[in-house]
């Protein structure tokens, strides 16, 4: 199981259900689960039916975004008590409008507000420090790869005009640095009406995650592609 934590109750799935599909192939490996932490109420927004990205730092804080409250980002403490919610509804500095992503490195954190089209970046005391507003509209993950630089991804366009407006297809992966310059882009252009998945990896690396093609990619922190892998038996989902 490639990862440490498991949030359990998202998406609509109950907090009993957990299935791990096939047979793994390290005799001395186990599988163990136990139950860390609740976060959030049983019901309404920000319960744990309701969370879209769940993201815990360092120190045991987690932040939380709602798939029904998407204008802020509630705080908790590692022992489950709420402590603050950053933002609120609107378009000023310190608002957002439908929050898709949010990831946090090294006191740094990014949200993509996809209703405003732009991303916020927030420091160690959970202030938004700088908003990036985005040429292209859509936007829908992000990821820091180090304190300095993060990539964010964008829906690709449904309408054979808008895909004329931009000439050619734009690549799904767009690195930026921290204070809002764009870096380059990168990888495979997308099909019409498609989102790329990304998750960050060692030394300022990026996984891509390409489901229709059933493809995880590799690239490093200046775009190329290093690695890629290719099975017909699964599908990337997040």
């Given at each position: 199981l490639a990862a440490a934590g498991l949030v359990c109750g998202s998406w609509g799935?109950?907090?009993?259900?957990?299935?791990?599909?096939?047979?793994?192939?390290?005799?001395?490996c186990r599988v163990?689960?136990?139950h860390v932490i609740d976060l959030g109420r049983n019901a309404g927004p920000f319960s744990p039916t309701d969370q879209s990205n769940v993201v815990r730092t360092v120190d045991g804080r987690y932040y939380v975004s709602s798939l029904f409250d998407q204008s802020s980002i509630a705080v908790y403490?590692?022992?489950?008590?709420?402590?603050?919610?950053?933002?609120?509804e609107g378009r000023g500095p310190?608002?957002?409008?439908?929050?898709?992503?949010?990831?946090?490195?090294?006191?740094?954190?990014?949200?993509?507000d996809a209703g405003n089209s732009r991303v916020a970046v927030l420091n160690e005391r959970d202030s938004v420090v700088r908003t990036i507003t985005f040429k292209f509209k859509l936007p829908r993950n992000v990821r820091l790869i180090d304190d300095s630089q993060f990539v964010a991804t964008f829906l690709s366009p449904a309408r054979p005009?808008?895909?004329?407006?931009?000439?050619?297809?734009?690549?799904?992966?767009?690195?930026?640095?921290?204070?809002?310059?764009?870096?380059?882009?990168?990888?495979?252009?997308?099909?019409?009406?498609?989102?790329?998945l990304i998750s960050a990896g060692p030394h300022?690396?990026?996984?891509?995650?390409?489901?229709?093609?059933?493809?995880?990619?590799l690239y490093n922190a200046h775009g190329a592609q290093t690695r890629t892998l290719h099975r017909s038996d699964f599908v990337p989902a997040n």
């Amino acid at each position: 199981l490639a990862a440490a934590g498991l949030v359990c109750g998202s998406w609509g799935f109950s907090t009993n259900d957990l299935v791990i599909r096939g047979r793994g192939t390290c005799g001395a490996c186990r599988v163990r689960i136990a139950h860390v932490i609740d976060l959030g109420r049983n019901a309404g927004p920000f319960s744990p039916t309701d969370q879209s990205n769940v993201v815990r730092t360092v120190d045991g804080r987690y932040y939380v975004s709602s798939l029904f409250d998407q204008s802020s980002i509630a705080v908790y403490a590692a022992s489950g008590q709420l402590l603050a919610h950053i933002g609120s509804e609107g378009r000023g500095p310190r608002e957002f409008l439908s929050i898709t992503a949010i990831d946090l490195l090294n006191g740094v954190g990014v949200a993509v507000d996809a209703g405003n089209s732009r991303v916020a970046v927030l420091n160690e005391r959970d202030s938004v420090v700088r908003t990036i507003t985005f040429k292209f509209k859509l936007p829908r993950n992000v990821r820091l790869i180090d304190d300095s630089q993060f990539v964010a991804t964008f829906l690709s366009p449904a309408r054979p005009d808008d895909r004329r407006r931009r000439r050619d297809p734009e690549p799904p992966y767009h690195l930026y640095s921290i204070d809002g310059r764009e870096q380059g882009v990168f990888g495979i252009p997308l099909p019409p009406n498609k989102n790329a998945l990304i998750s960050a990896g060692p030394h300022s690396t990026v996984w891509g995650f390409t489901p229709e093609d059933y493809t995880i990619s590799l690239y490093n922190a200046h775009g190329a592609q290093t690695r890629t892998l290719h099975r017909s038996d699964f599908v990337p989902a997040n």
